[in-house]
C-alpha cells in the first residue's frame, strides 16, 4: 500500500525521451529563483531533469506553507483545462540548482491526448498528490498537537525521500524554517516541538538537517492521543 509522500520523482521518467520531440526550452534555475513568477497561473509545465524544488502556497494572510517537493523525472505543474484562483498563490522555488524542460500546456496537452500511458501516468500523479493533501488535512492539520504533527511528518519524510537524496544515512536535509512552513505553524512552535523530541531519544539536530536516531521512538510519538 503506498504511503503519502512529500517528494515527487521519476513520475514520468519513461517519457523523456518522447517528450524531447515535443516544442520545449531548457531551463536552468538558481538556489531560490522561482520558476515562474508569482501571481500568475500555470502556463507552462516543467519536466524535472536534476536538482530539487519547493512548492508552497501563499494564504491569503501572506504567510507561506510548503506542500510538496520535486525531484529528478517528475513534471509540475499537472495538465488541465480549467484555471483555479489558487493557481496565482503557488510559488515554486529552487532549492537547489535546477535543470528542467519547459514545455506549454498546449503541447503537453497535446501529447496526453495522443499517448494513452502517459495520460494513465498523469491519473496516477494526480492522485498521489490527490492522496498527499488528504493526509495533510486528515492526519496532519488535525494531530492533537505540533507534536504529533511533526513526528508523523518526519516519519514520511525518513521513509520515501531517500530516493531523491533528501534523506541518507537517517539524515533528513532540511531546515527548520521548511519543517515549519510544511506543518504550517510558527518556527518557536516548532523548535518546542523538535526539542521534546530529541529529549525523547527520537532525533538529533545539526545545521540543515535532521539525524534519525529511533524509528520506534518517533512511531511512538506519532500516534494520535
Sequence with gaps: MLQPRYLFT???SVFRTA????PHRVRRFERGESLWAAGTPFEKIFFF???????????????????????????FPGIHRNRFEIETRHLTEAVTAVAALEFSAVDIEAYLRGSADFALATIDWYAKFVNLLLYSAADVSTSPNTLTALASTLLLLFRNEAGAGMATNNLL????????????????SLVRALSALRKKGAVATLRGAIKLLSPEILQQAAARS
Design 10 to 12: 521519476q513520475d514520468f
Design 19 to 22: 517528450l524531447l520531440s515535443l
Design 49 to 75: 531533469d536534476a536538482g530539487l524544488a519547493r512548492t508552497s502556497i501563499i494564504s491569503v494572510s501572506g504567510s507561506n506553507r510548503v506542500i510538496a517537493w520535486q525531484g529528478p523525472g517528475t513534471m
Design 173 to 188: 536535509k532540511i531546515t527548520q524554517s521548511e519543517l515549519a512552513a510544511l506543518l504550517g505553524v510558527d518556527r518557536a
